[in-house]
């Protein structure tokens, strides 16, 4: 059987590509979720497929990224599938876990997607400094109201009073009492 497994980042991101790729490439099931790859967890499409999957079964996707963001979450993938005697290949790369040569360049396209997530990390971080720094990022909103939680702490309210009427954590009562 040649299964197939698709996935986007986010909810707004479309799966039509991935799918057609796949029913070209001869994939007879296709699994698909909408979720970030930098991690397997949440990952339930994955998680079906490698359950799923039997000797001598292919998994294919278009791109390995499209698997795994991390090195270590494909390594580990790649390892479940080749301990299976699943076989695991790409579309759009010359990925083939078959042959000797596929399996070198999964290595190395594994390297460069983990690589990417990074640089992407990198960028953002440097965007919120230099929007912290110009006064522009002000970060989330908060959603505990600090007022009240000060007025409730001066009336003599303990902190675990204060979070049952404020339905809110413990925590978030002493981050509240410490800001102010």
Not at 56 to 66: C, F, P, S
Not at 127 to 148: C, F
């Given at each position: 059987m040649i299964y197939g497994y698709a996935r986007v980042s986010t909810e707004d991101q479309d799966l039509a590509i991935q799918h057609a790729a796949l029913a070209a490439a001869g994939c007879t099931i296709v699994r698909s979720e909408k979720r970030s790859g930098t991690s397997r967890n949440g990952r339930a499409e994955l998680d079906t497929l490698l359950q799923f999957v039997r000797p001598?079964?292919?998994?294919?996707?278009?791109?390995?990224?499209?698997l795994a963001r991390s090195l270590l979450d494909l390594q580990q993938i790649v390892k479940e599938l080749t301990d299976r005697g699943v076989h695991l290949k790409a579309t759009e790369q010359p990925i083939d876990t078959a042959t000797a040569a596929g399996k070198a360049f999964l290595g190395m396209l594994g390297v460069f997607a983990e690589f990417e997530t990074n640089l992407r990390r990198e960028?953002?971080?440097?965007?919120?400094?230099?929007?912290?720094?110009?006064?522009?990022?002000?970060?989330?909103?908060?959603?505990?109201?600090?007022?009240?939680?000060?007025?409730?702490?001066?009336?003599g309210k303990r902190p675990y009073e204060i979070a049952r009427e404020l339905r809110i954590s413990r925590s978030s009562v002493y981050r509240a009492l410490e800001a102010s």
């Open positions: 001598g079964d292919t998994l294919v996707v278009t791109r390995i990224d499209r960028r953002q971080m440097e965007g919120i400094a230099k929007a912290k720094a110009n006064g522009v990022y002000k970060g989330r909103v908060p959603t505990v109201p600090a007022e009240k939680v000060k007025a409730l702490a001066e009336d």
